[in-house]
């Protein structure tokens, strides 16, 4: 008895805790709108950008041109 109270727990837990998978973007109105890229943090404080090839970069300051991770 005691084992399937604890496993009901459990589920409805792991129920509650789990985020949507699919989450569309919506805008305030709840239309579908195209969602932004996520970039890494440190993507936004260096100004990373990526070049013609693909490959990320840092854009400016004392790093500047050094290959970093996008």
Same mark, same amino acid.
């Not at 008895?1 to 792991?14: D, H, P, S, W, Y």
């Not at 998978?21 to 990526?50: H, I, M, S, T």
């Given at each position: 008895?005691?084992?399937?109270?604890?496993?009901a727990t459990?589920?409805?837990?792991?129920?509650? #805790?789990?985020?949507?998978?699919?989450?569309?973007? *919506? /805008? !305030? &109105? =709840? +239309?579908?709108?195209?969602?932004?890229?996520? $970039?890494? #943090?440190?993507?936004?404080?260096?100004?990373?950008? *990526? /070049? !013609? &090839? =693909? +490959?990320?970069?840092?854009?400016?300051?004392? $790093?500047?041109?050094?290959?970093?991770?996008?």
């Amino acid at each position: 008895m005691i084992r399937k109270l604890l496993n009901a727990t459990v589920v409805i837990g792991m129920i509650a #805790a789990t985020p949507s998978l699919a989450a569309p973007c *919506k /805008d !305030a &109105k =709840g +239309k579908f709108v195209k969602c932004p890229d996520a $970039k890494p #943090a440190n993507a936004v404080k260096l100004g990373v950008v *990526k /070049d !013609a &090839k =693909g +490959k990320c970069h840092v854009a400016s300051g004392p $790093k500047k041109g050094q290959f970093t991770k996008c």
